[in-house]
Structures are given as C-alpha cells and as structure tokens.
C-alpha cells in the first residue's frame, strides 16, 4: 500500500507573505523538498498545504509539486472566499491537475462563524461545482460551525486539519470531543492526524496523545483518518521522525488493513492522487 504524508508545507522566506513565521520562531527559515526527503523514508507521495494567505503562494506551491519528480501529488491552495470573483478564480484554480483543493485559514479569522456568511457562500458552492476539496484549518470553536456547513452543504467534500487541535497541553477534553463526535456521526467530512504534538507540551510522550487519537479514530473510522506531519511545524515539538514513531506506536493496535488507510489509502482516495 502506498504511503502518503497528506499535510505538509515548504516556505522561502523571502518571499514575505507568511505573517505567522516571525523571526523569533525557531522555524523561520527556508525549508524545501530537499529537506523533507531525507525524512519519508517508505513515503512515496506527499500533499503540500498552503502555509500564506496569498494566490502567490498557490503558485508557488504549484510550481514546486510540478517539479517535485512526482512526490507532490496534490496541492491545497489558498483563494479569498469572500472575493466577488472567487467562483472565477477556483474555477480557474480547478484546471491545475495537481491543485485538490483550498484551505481557507479559519484559525486566524476573529469571526468563528465567518464561513457561514453570505459573502462565502458563492466560493463554497464554487468548489463543490468544480470537484475541490475543503481542508478545515480549525480550532474547537469551529466544530459547531463545520457542522452547519457540512449540513448546509451536504456534498462538500471536508477534512479537518489537525484533528481541530485539542487543547492537548492542559488536557482539554470537552466540548471537543463531543463535537467532533457529533461532526464524524452527522456529516461525511475526514480528519488528519496530523498537528497534534504542537497541540501537546514540550516534554510530550505517547501516552499524552493516545486518548485524543484514539478518540478521532473511534469517531471517524480508518477509512475516514488520514495521517499527515504538519512539517516542518512539527520541528516545533520534536520534529518529523518522533511524530512519526508515536503515530506508529499509536496505531500498532489496529489491522494492517486500518494501518494502510490511515497512512496512505485515505489519502489517495479523499484528494483523488495518482499512485505513481
């Protein structure tokens, strides 16, 4: 079975649109495919994710999967969904083979019901229209509202970025786990299993993520789980190969069959990737 790490990034710095990545993170410097090679090990095929909210950086990612010797098979992009021509631009967007889909940066936005609104309702039927993917950048604050738009939107194809980062830290447990219950049991949309160890305190171990992925797994089902590294974020909190030992201790329980899902086959079938 294919091995797919289904969120990533790569940055240049210079390029002076990522507003997050300030000079005092230990992360602000460039890091480009060359770098993630030497990690994938049995990784063969990659999802890059928009890291700016800029249709600069659309093109730069797009440039990079083009010439990534086929190790990116899929891009997820960034568009303004309140523009009064987003229909137009994710149209436009849609005829990039290797673009899957958008990503929204919904953390940073103050308005945590701003995607309900009408003035993105257009793009969202947009993206429906023309096959695209919708990667949920979210707090727990937006499961209510990935709710109502999965049911308002029922054919919306949805996954939630970094299982919609439990306060694993503090041990926070509720109203998260509740209302990713309610989203998994309602709606059809997936989850990553990614994100999670920046989520966690620095001196984090195994067993301080097993309740929270144990819980994402239980709610959506392998075929619904994918896994993802969150690189280089995940440098934050002790880097690409620990995440990946963890995940793999963390899933040991489960039958090859989930396994293969969870690391590769859900991917490949959620954002549609060729597997060579």
């Known amino acids: 079975m294919i091995r797919i790490d289904a969120h990533h990034h790569v940055w240049r710095v210079a390029?002076?649109?990522y507003g997050w990545l300030t000079p005092e993170l230990p992360i602000h410097r460039d890091y480009l495919l060359d770098d993630l090679r030497p990690l994938l090990g049995d990784i063969t095929a990659t999802v890059l994710v928009q890291a700016a909210a800029t249709e600069a950086e659309t093109a730069f990612m797009l440039d990079v999967a083009q010439n990534s010797a086929g190790l990116v098979r899929g891009v997820v992009g960034w568009t303004d969904f309140a523009h009064r021509e987003a229909p137009a631009r994710i149209a436009a967007l849609a005829g990039e083979p290797l673009l899957k889909g958008l990503r929204p940066m919904l953390q940073d936005i103050a308005d945590t019901d701003w995607i309900l609104h009408a003035e993105a309702q257009p793009a969202i039927a947009a993206l429906i229209a023309v096959g695209l993917r919708f990667d949920a950048l979210v707090q727990p604050r937006h499961l209510p509202v990935l709710l109502q738009?999965?049911?308002?939107h029922p054919t919306l194809r949805l996954v939630i970025d970094h299982g919609a980062k439990p306060a694993i830290a503090t041990a926070g447990w509720q109203?998260?786990?509740?209302d990713l219950a309610r989203v998994a049991a309602e709606t059809p949309a997936l989850c990553k299993l990614s994100g999670l160890v920046t989520e966690a305190a620095r001196d984090w171990l195994v067993d301080n993520l097993r309740r929270y992925v144990e819980h994402i797994i239980a709610c959506f089902g392998s075929d619904r789980v994918m896994w993802g590294s969150d690189w280089p974020v995940v440098n934050l909190a002790g880097g690409y190969?620990?995440?990946r030992e963890a995940t793999m201790t963390l899933l040991a329980a489960l039958s090859k069959c989930e396994r293969d899902a969870i690391l590769g086959g859900t991917a490949l079938k959620f954002y549609g990737l060729t597997r060579h």
């Open 175 to 178: 109203p998260w786990a509740a």
């Open 149 to 152: 738009l999965c049911t308002r």
């Open 15 to 17: 390029r002076g649109d």
């Open 241 to 243: 190969a620990r995440w």
